[in-house]
């Protein structure tokens, strides 16, 4: 029998801006996990939300870059915050 996925949302508050982080985990096989996340960026203001359509590659960018580093580490043991860059 398979357990239900595990869930995480994450909702932080800046000024000028909302995000909020949708994690899901699920059994994809008997040694394979699918890791399903989803970012969502609201903008206050004027300034903000220009800054968030001129942004929005870097966003994409950075969220990659986070699922990456998880892989790295679930996949190899490998401690992203000691490596250089």
Do not use: C
């Amino acid at each position: 029998m398979r357990s239900a996925p595990a869930m995480k949302y994450t909702v932080s508050i800046e000024i000028g801006m909302w995000n909020a982080v949708r994690d899901r985990l699920t059994e994809a096989g008997p040694r394979t996990t699918l890791w399903q996340s989803e970012s969502e960026f609201r903008f206050s203001g004027l300034p903000m939300r220009l800054a968030g359509l001129v942004m929005r590659g870097a966003f994409r960018k950075q969220s990659r870059r986070h699922l990456q580093d998880f892989k790295a580490f679930a996949e190899q043991g490998r401690d992203v915050r000691d490596a250089p860059g």
